[in-house]
């Protein structure tokens, strides 16, 4: 059974393992805590990036194996939750979008970084776009699209920075381990 089959972390079993296996899921829960973090009170209400969709697309291409679906469900409920939303109104969203945007994992393999930013770009347009037309429904309202234009771009220009941090772990994590190593 795979790390993404079990929910995403894959360990031996021995605590720092573990750890070390939970760090994407650390990493994107903390973009999380950031993107619902309070504004200074000069701009209450402007308008910020969702941080927390580039370290979930992000981990979904370089390391699926320790981001499983589990682990981005109880991410999107988090979110969901503190952001006063229905709850599983981002999963469905998200869910929905990799359902729609599926690629194999060797798609991604060895393609440019402006490749996966475009792939990214694309994957979080329909992502927010769904979003809001759930909102819109689950609400009875129909919301204002342009904020949430206005996010997506941000979210988009967002992308390079978070997945420079987010490579910065990688080191850090276990190493993958292939079935054909296996003995």
């Known amino acids: 059974m795979s790390g993404l089959?079990?929910?995403?972390?894959?360990?031996?079993?021995?605590?720092?393992?573990?750890l070390r296996g939970s760090l994407p899921f650390l990493a994107?829960?903390?973009?999380?805590?950031?993107?619902?973090?309070?504004?200074?009170?000069?701009?209450?209400?402007a308008l910020s990036p969702l941080l927390c969709l580039c370290g979930i697309f992000y981990w979904t291409?370089?390391?699926?194996?320790?981001?499983?679906?589990?682990?981005?469900?109880?991410?999107?409920?988090?979110?969901?939750a503190t952001a006063g939303l229905p709850l599983g109104l981002t999963a469905a969203a998200l869910f929905a979008t990799r359902l729609?945007?599926?690629?194999?994992?060797?798609?991604?393999?060895?393609?440019?970084?402006?490749?996966?930013?475009?792939?990214?770009?694309?994957?979080?347009?329909?992502?927010m776009s769904l979003r809001w037309l759930l909102a819109?429904?689950?609400?009875?309202?129909?919301?204002?699209?342009?904020p949430v234009a206005f996010e997506l771009l941000l979210t988009i220009a967002a992308y390079p920075l978070i997945s420079l941090a987010m490579a910065a772990l990688q080191p850090h994590l276990p190493k993958v381990v292939h079935a054909a190593s296996r003995g």
């Open 28 to 45: 994107v829960l903390l973009l999380v805590f950031v993107d619902l973090a309070p504004l200074p009170n000069a701009a209450p209400t």
């Open 136 to 146: 819109s429904l689950y609400f009875h309202h129909l919301f204002a699209f342009r």
């Open 100 to 127: 729609l945007l599926i690629a194999p994992p060797r798609f991604f393999a060895g393609r440019s970084f402006l490749v996966l930013w475009a792939c990214f770009s694309l994957a979080v347009t329909v992502l």
């Open 5 to 18: 089959e079990r929910g995403g972390i894959v360990t031996s079993g021995r605590p720092e393992e573990l």
């Open 61 to 80: 291409v370089y390391r699926p194996d320790l981001l499983g679906n589990t682990l981005i469900l109880i991410v999107t409920v988090v979110l969901d």
